[in-house]
């Protein structure tokens, strides 16, 4: 089983910054894929940025050139910087890993951090 620990969120002015961090624990597998979804009041859960372990990374059109995605050498902790906040931004994000072991793959969430962009 995994752990997903979510940090960082809070309220931002617009145009501000904020910086998410979400540590995975237990029995984690190095091939993966961790990142990033969120979901704002009555929309539905949306991805904002994932990484593989293989190092690549995919940021949903509403976020890239503001939000960057990154981790530790271990893959066991990643990051999403924020920049350039808009009201927009606004929702619930929460911390998503898939562990692919042999020929199975395992999903893992976080409790999700509140971000609210507001002046």
């Known amino acids: 089983q995994v752990q997903l620990e979510e940090s960082g969120g809070g309220l931002v002015q617009p145009g501000g910054s904020l910086r998410l961090s979400c540590a995975a624990s237990g029995s984690i597998s190095d091939v993966y894929v961790m990142g990033w979804y969120r979901q704002a009041p009555g929309k539905q859960r949306e991805l904002v940025a994932l990484l593989s372990s293989g190092g690549n990374t995919n940021y949903a059109d509403s976020v890239k050139g503001r939000f960057t995605i990154s981790s530790d050498n271990a893959g066991n902790t990643v990051w999403l910087q924020m920049n350039s906040l808009k009201p927009e931004d606004t929702a619930v994000y929460y911390c998503?890993?898939?562990?692919?072991?042999?020929?199975?793959?395992?999903?893992?969430w976080g409790q999700g951090t509140q971000v609210t962009v507001s002046s």
């Open positions: 998503n890993r898939r562990d692919f072991v042999s020929a199975y793959a395992q999903e893992f």
